[in-house]
């Protein structure tokens, strides 16, 4: 069964400041999508970032990037010159086969 | 109205109580999803409507009754709760990957606040 681990409950980082989050799966197969979703509070949940696992290259989108490691099943957001409006729940996805499933999510405030 | 669109955005029920959660999706998706979202938990999901047909229902409890009667709208009627059902319900919708095993991208709505007493 494919799972999502998400360690860190919760983060802080200081506005302008870069922050990592980590996430980590697994599965046995070989062709798959990873995904980082925003959830601001009392806000709709968003697509971050979108990364294919045959794509060696790392995703980027403006001030955010993945490291996306296969062999050791990790897939990391890393957040650039944070903002204010960062401030939300993350969830990495992992999808196969349109079964997509998330982890627990990491609550990251920005602090000013 | 863009996206999907969830109402009530919050609602309070006695576990006797009978209530309906709405969702609709004005992007053109052809699946939609019924997802729980608990504190300090992953995201469950609970059903998928692809073309108005159920394809999926996670061993979720009877009490949790969905419906599909359009490819734009989704109910998930509610009977006889317990507390432990209180959580916030996110409904989504997609296009489901093909062939070529695109991905199929998630929108959600902006999810309903239950809470039951």
């Known amino acids: 069964a494919q799972t999502v681990t998400q360690s860190q409950p919760e983060m802080s980082v200081q506005e302008a400041e870069t922050v990592t989050l980590s996430c980590t799966y697994d599965?046995?197969?070989?062709?798959?999508?990873l995904f980082w979703y925003k959830q601001p509070p009392s806000r709709q949940m968003i697509l971050v970032i979108r990364?294919?696992?045959?794509?060696?290259q790392n995703a980027t989108e403006n001030r955010f990037s993945v490291n996306f490691q296969k062999a050791a099943k990790s897939f990391s957001l890393k957040i650039s010159d944070s903002q204010l409006g960062d401030t939300a729940m993350y969830f990495c996805?992992?999808?196969?086969?349109?079964?997509?499933?998330f982890g627990a999510g990491t609550r990251l405030t920005v602090k000013p | 109205e863009t996206g999907v669109t969830q109402t009530p955005r919050h609602l309070v029920m006695g576990m006797t109580n009978k209530k309906s959660l709405k969702c609709e999706q004005h992007l053109g998706h052809n699946a939609m999803y019924w997802y729980k979202q608990s504190a300090k938990k992953p995201l469950e999901l609970m059903f998928v409507?692809?073309?108005?047909?159920?394809?999926e229902n996670n061993s979720v409890p009877s009490r949790f009754s969905p419906e599909c009667p359009n490819s734009s709208h989704l109910f998930l009627h509610l009977h006889t709760l317990q507390p432990e059902d209180s959580a916030l319900y996110l409904c989504?919708?997609?296009?489901?990957?093909?062939?070529?095993?695109?991905?199929?991208?998630?929108?959600f709505g902006e999810g309903s606040r239950l809470t039951v007493l």
């Open positions: 990364q294919e696992a045959y794509k060696q």
């Open positions: 409507y692809s073309l108005e047909e159920r394809v």
């Open positions: 989504a919708s997609n296009n489901l990957a093909g062939l070529f095993r695109e991905s199929g991208e998630l929108f």
């Open positions: 599965t046995s197969e070989s062709n798959y999508y």
């Open positions: 996805a992992f999808e196969v086969f349109n079964d997509m499933r």
